[in-house]
């Protein structure tokens, strides 16, 4: 059996789920208690845990990701929220200079078993501090790992694996993606971290995707298949650790590759799976790996120009035909 809900009220019922199961899950963040969240998504939840488990912070990133940094060194399970990824930049030293290494600096002495969860992505018109998509940064970092998911039932599926996870996960929610409605298995279920989904089969060519754009991705090659063209779709749902297998099995039956994400594509984890693809399967490609992926621009506040900022279907149609010789 399953019901519709939205990626929102997925992530919702996901750490809800959690806090039930295990008390040493807390969630923190700005506006995260009495308001439920800027996006609604625990609305509720302080009146059934208290106050010390759904803790409102102050407007400091790097004092409440810092606190859930010691929480986790002691034994706790923190959630916390960045109300957008953007903030990261804030919080850095804590997250990426502490978190991300205290496991191997101790010897596997401390675990941080501690999540951050991250609104990301263009579109609501937020402008360039509250639009990016930095999951580039954080795949740079060894000792994070780093879930970007497209579909609700994956949304509560990793997190919960997420926050059982013994190492920091960043998980990556794409704002536009919150209201979108999908069906999701009633009852107890995880998804493991660190496989890849075929979310459509192709022969012709292999698109690896993920969050939001694995729904353009999608659109482009229904679009596509009304031409003759047979495109696969790779959700990659977690960055980090790759699902490298999954790559391979898929770029070794298609030949060819479209990686798209809506990062700036200077410095993008996109470029770095392309490399990976050009360096390990070159014997496998019939073309060079294309990427489609944002402008090398601060995300413009500008309705009009916000929307050409970021790759659309008809953008990841003109590079499948551009691999394909079309």
């Known amino acids: 059996m399953s019901k519709k809900i939205s990626i929102s009220k997925a992530i919702g019922e996901a750490m809800h789920e959690e806090m039930v199961r295990d008390k040493n899950v807390i969630i923190l963040g700005e506006d995260m208690g009495v308001m439920g969240n800027v996006f609604g998504i625990t609305r509720g939840f302080r009146d059934e845990f208290g106050a010390?488990?759904?803790?409102d912070t102050p407007i400091s990133e790097s004092g409440f990701v810092g606190m859930s940094v010691g929480a986790a060194m002691r034994g706790m399970r923190p959630v916390a929220e960045l109300m957008y990824n953007d903030f990261m930049t804030v919080c850095a030293d804590p997250l990426l200079n502490q978190a991300a290494k205290m496991r191997y600096m101790t010897g596997g002495q401390l675990t941080i078993p501690m999540v951050?969860?991250?609104?990301?992505?263009?579109?609501r018109r937020?402008?360039?501090?509250?639009?990016?998509?930095?999951e580039a940064i954080f795949c740079h970092m060894p000792g994070l790992k780093v879930i970007a998911p497209a579909s609700a039932e994956d949304a509560k599926g990793l997190l919960k694996s997420a926050i059982r996870d013994n190492d920091p996960v960043i998980f990556m929610e794409h704002k536009l993606l919150y209201a979108h409605k999908e069906e999701v298995p009633d009852g107890e279920y995880t998804t493991p971290i660190g496989e890849a989904k075929v979310k459509r089969e192709g022969t012709d060519l292999t698109i690896i995707s993920w969050s939001r754009e694995v729904d353009f991705s999608l659109e482009a090659a229904?679009?596509?298949?009304?031409?003759?063209?047979?495109?696969?779709?790779?959700?990659?749902?977690?960055?980090?650790?790759?699902?490298?297998d999954s790559i391979v099995k898929s770029?070794?039956?298609?030949?060819?590759?479209?990686?798209?994400?809506?990062?700036?594509?200077?410095?993008?984890?996109?470029?770095?799976?392309s490399a990976q693809i050009a360096e390990d399967l070159f014997d496998e490609l019939d073309a060079p790996v294309e990427r489609v992926c944002g402008l090398n621009i601060t995300s413009p506040f500008s309705p009009p120009l916000e929307d050409v900022n970021f790759p659309h279907p008809a953008d990841i149609e003109k590079a499948v035909k551009k691999v394909l010789n079309k």
């Open 116 to 123: 951050v969860r991250m609104p990301m992505g263009s579109g």
């Open 222 to 244: 229904e679009n596509l298949a009304k031409e003759g063209i047979n495109v696969e779709v790779l959700d990659l749902r977690t960055l980090v650790p790759l699902d490298w």
């Open 251 to 273: 770029v070794s039956k298609t030949h060819n590759v479209v990686v798209v994400s809506e990062e700036v594509k200077r410095g993008s984890y996109a470029g770095e799976i």
């Open 126 to 134: 937020n402008a360039g501090q509250h639009s990016q998509s930095l």
């Open 52 to 55: 010390d488990r759904v803790i």
